[in-house]
């Protein structure tokens, strides 16, 4: 079969679109969520891990990590608060908007709650972005 010179640039045109879309879910998948966190991780460490899989776009493993940080060290107030924004963000970034209200609702409400020992960042970002969600 013998295409025509428009014809053939067109194929070329489309095949690459299709080999880097290819290329893209390759790399997707190759993005993998822990499923065995050790036990022996301090918050500091696991906030490190979640930050480096946020600047790597996994964001299936970031959210495992802050979901252990909440979860080992719900505990204490600071931590698990800046756990839950964490989240919230994570899903935020993510273009999940409904999935991200609930944590930025939950950090507020500690501070309205009258929770002492909280950093003041997490409620002033939580605010602004259930602002730019309204």
Known sequence: MIMKPQHQQLFRGLLQIVLAA??????????TVPTDIPEDKTAAQLFQMAQEAVDNDNFGAALAYYETVYDRFGDDPGTSTIA?????????????KD?????????????ENGETGL???PLVLSRRFLDQMS
Do not use: S
């Not at 290819?22 to 993005?31: L, S, T």
């Not at 839950?84 to 999940?96: D, K």
């Not at 209200?101 to 507020?108: A, D, K, S």
């Open 84 to 96: 839950l924004y964490e989240i919230g963000f994570v899903h935020y970034r993510q273009g999940r």
């Open 22 to 31: 290819a290329a893209v879910a390759v790399i997707g998948a190759c993005r």
């Open 119 to 121: 950093p003041e960042w």
């Open 99 to 111: 999935e991200a209200r609930p944590y930025f609702e939950r950090v507020t409400e500690r501070y």
